[in-house]
Nanobody, 121 residues
Framework: QVQLVESGGGLVQPGDSLRLSCVAS????????IGWYRQAPGKQRELVAT???????VYADSVKGRFTISRDNARYTVYLQMNSLKPEDTALYYC???????????????WGQGTQVTVSS
């Protein structure tokens, strides 16, 4: 029963930076790949970035060079550092994780409730 809680969103101007955090609680499981997704009004949810338990990161083309995903396994936390923000980055950002009940089990999807990022002049 892992729960994910996002924080760090806000209203910023183009070119500003934000750091989103996602903290997992109710830890009695192992967490594999963690990702950030976002959804803007009227648009489908899209993948922003993912990071494996070993630290391998993958980014959407739209955020490469601007966003950095990282994780602190000891604190059960994943971060998304967002630099050079653009209006098109405006969206509700969700944290997602693959949760394993035990070694070798099939992972279960876990989603946070989202944190709003608004980039506007």
């Amino acid at each position: 029963q892992v729960q994910l809680v996002e924080s760090g969103g806000g209203l910023v101007q183009p070119g500003d930076s934000l750091r989103l955090s996602c903290v997992a609680s109710g830890i009695a499981n192992s967490i594999g790949v963690i990702g950030w997704y976002r959804q803007a009004p009227g648009k489908q949810r899209e993948l922003v970035a993912t990071i494996t338990s070993g630290g391998i990161a993958v980014y959407a083309d739209s955020v490469k060079g601007r966003f950095t995903i990282s994780r602190d396994n000891a604190r059960y936390t994943v971060y998304l550092q967002m630099n050079s923000l653009k209006p098109e980055d405006t969206a509700l950002y969700y944290c997602h994780a693959d949760v394993y009940a035990y070694r070798g089990s099939i992972p279960v999807d876990s989603w946070g409730q989202g944190t709003q990022v608004t980039v506007s002049s």
